[in-house]
C-alpha cells in the first residue's frame, strides 16, 4: 500500500543548552506535489506508555503526567480531536510498529534535547500513520505538584511536545540570552517556544493565546464569527522577506500571537485574533534558533525590529486590508 514511510522530527533543547542541535521543522509534507498539513483525522488519538520506571518516576506517575498534559490540550474549545490512553506497552518510541507510544528513552548522545517527538506519515497521502514522543532519560525528571527545584517538570516539557504531537511547530513568541555556558530564557510566552524555562520551573503547564490560536487554526476550529485575522507583507528595499517572525499583540488584552512570512513574497497571515486593534511587531527571528524554526536557509534575519506605522483593526469573521511593513537592514 505505501511504497515509502518518512519520519520527521522535532526536538526541545534542554535548560540551558544551546542552540537545538537536532532540531527541524516542517510545517508540512509534500505529497504528490502538494502540501499536506500534519494533522490528525477527526476523533480520539489512541497512544501508548511505556511501562518503565526512571529515576523514582514510576509508569504511573509518567501516565499521569501525560494524562494532564493532554487534558490540557484537549480543553482547548473546538478542537475536532482528543487523546485516549489505551496503556501500558513494552514498546519503545520511535518503533515503527504503528502505534503511537509516549515513555522515556535512553539518549546519552543528545545531551542537550529533553525530549522529542517524531511522526511516521503515509508518503502517498501524507496521513498521520503514529507519533511517537520520548523523554531523554540524561536529565533528572520530576512529576512533583509545584515543581523541583533541580529536576525537569515531565508535564510541561509533555505539553509542548504534545503540541508537536498535535502538529503544531515552534512559536518564535520569547526571548533568549547566551550567558554562563549556555542559553539562558528571559521570558517565553508560548509552551511551543523550544527552550524550556530553568528547572523546576513548572510556568509551562498552562497553554499561551499563541499556542490556542495555532492549534485552532491547524484543525480548523476557530469560529469564523468569533475571531478574525491580519493579514499583510514584509518588505525590505520593497522586495519581500523571507523568515520574518510577525507579532501581533492586542491593545485590549496584552495577548500576543504571532506567525511567520513564509515565501520569498514576504507575505504573512495572523488567524485566531480576537477582534480590535493590534500592534504589529516585525522582527528577525534569533539566529540561534533559526534551524528550530526553518532548517533552511535564505531565512532573513538581517534587518532591525520595526512596527508597523497602521494599528489594523480586526473585525470578526474577515481579515484586515493588507498591512505592509517596510523593514531596515540593520
Ligand atoms: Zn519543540
Redesign the pocket.
Known sequence: MTARRFWLA???AAVLGATPAH?YLKFGVEVGGRTVAVRWAPGPIRYFITDREVGGVSAQAFGDAIGRASATWSGVPGLPVSFSPQGLTRSQPLEADGRSTIGFLDRPDQERVLGA?TFLLDATTGALIEADVYFNTRFRWSTAAAGEVGAVDLESVAL??LG?LLGLG?SAIGETELGGGGRRVLSSGAV?F?ISGPSGSISDRVLQPDDVAGVRDLYGALPADDFGSVQGRVTKSGRGVYGAHVVAASLESGELVASYTLSSTGEFVIAGLRPGPYILRVEPLDDADLE?FFGAANVDIDFAVTYATVIPVVQAGGATSPVTVEVRTR
Open positions: 522535532f526536538t526541545t532540531a517527538t509542548h511536545e508537536h515552534h511551543m523550544p528550530s
